[in-house]
C-alpha cells in the first residue's frame, strides 16, 4: 500500500511540476504590457477584432473607373498567434482549387513590431511590413520593410487599415510598380451578415 501512496505522490507531483514548467514558459512568451511590444501587440489585437467575412467594392483611386467587388476574410489562426487576411474577387466561389491569383496576408506580432506579411498575387512575391497604430486606435499604417522573391512585376510596398466602427472598415494597399511608379487601390468594406 505505500508503494502505491509513494508513486501516486510522485506522479501527481511530476504533473504539478510539468504544469507550472509550462505555464512559466507560456507567461514569457506572452508581451509584456508596456513598452513596444506592448504596442505590437495591442494593434495585432485591434486587427484581430476584424476577424469575419467582409463585402465591398475595390477602386484604384487614381482611376476610379477601374473597380470592382470584392469579398475579404479575416481570421485569426495559430492559436490567437496570427490573422489570415484573404481577398478574394465577389462572385467566385469557395472551392480552394481555384484560388491562384488571390493575395493572402499573413499578420504577426514579432519581437516588438507588428508584421505584415504580404504572398501577392500580381508580383509573386512576398513584400514585409512593419505596422504602426495611430493613437486614437483606429488606423493602422505599414510601412514597407524588404520583398523576397521576383520584383520584375514590382511589389506591395504600403497598406493602411482603418476601423470605422465593428462593421466597417476600409483598407489602402500600395503598389510599387518597377519604374518606381505608386499605384493606391482603396476599398471600403462592410462585415457580411451571418446566416
Known amino acids: 500500500m505505500k508503494a502505491i501512496s509513494f508513486l501516486a505522490s510522485t506522479l501527481i507531483l511530476s504533473v504539478s511540476t510539468t504544469t507550472a514548467l509550462a ?3 507560456q507567461r514569457e512568451k506572452t508581451p509584456k504590457s508596456d513598452g513596444q511590444s506592448g504596442a505590437a501587440q495591442l494593434a495585432f489585437d485591434r486587427l484581430a477584432s476584424l476577424a469575419g467575412n467582409w463585402t465591398g467594392q475595390a477602386a484604384v483611386v487614381a482611376q476610379p473607373e477601374m473597380s470592382a467587388p470584392m469579398r475579404m476574410s479575416l481570421r485569426v489562426t495559430s492559436g490567437g498567434s496570427a490573422l489570415l487576411h484573404e481577398m478574394m474577387p465577389q462572385g467566385r466561389s469557395d472551392d480552394p482549387s481555384n484560388g491562384d491569383n488571390d493575395p493572402i496576408t499573413m499578420l504577426y506580432v514579432e519581437n516588438d513590431r507588428l508584421i505584415l506579411l504580404m504572398y501577392c498575387d500580381g508580383g509573386k512575391n512576398r513584400a514585409r511590413m512593419a505596422g504602426t497604430l495611430s493613437t486614437d486606435g483606429k488606423t493602422a499604417t505599414f510601412d514597407f520593410l524588404d520583398v523576397s522573391g521576383d520584383t520584375k512585376y514590382g511589389h506591395m510596398h504600403h497598406a493602411v487599415f482603418t476601423l470605422i466602427d465593428t462593421d466597417h472598415h476600409s483598407e489602402d494597399w500600395t503598389y510599387m510598380t518597377p519604374d518606381g511608379k505608386a499605384v493606391t ?11
Open 23 to 25: 505555464q512559466a514558459a
Open 185 to 195: 487601390g482603396h476599398v471600403e468594406l462592410v462585415r457580411a451578415k451571418r446566416g
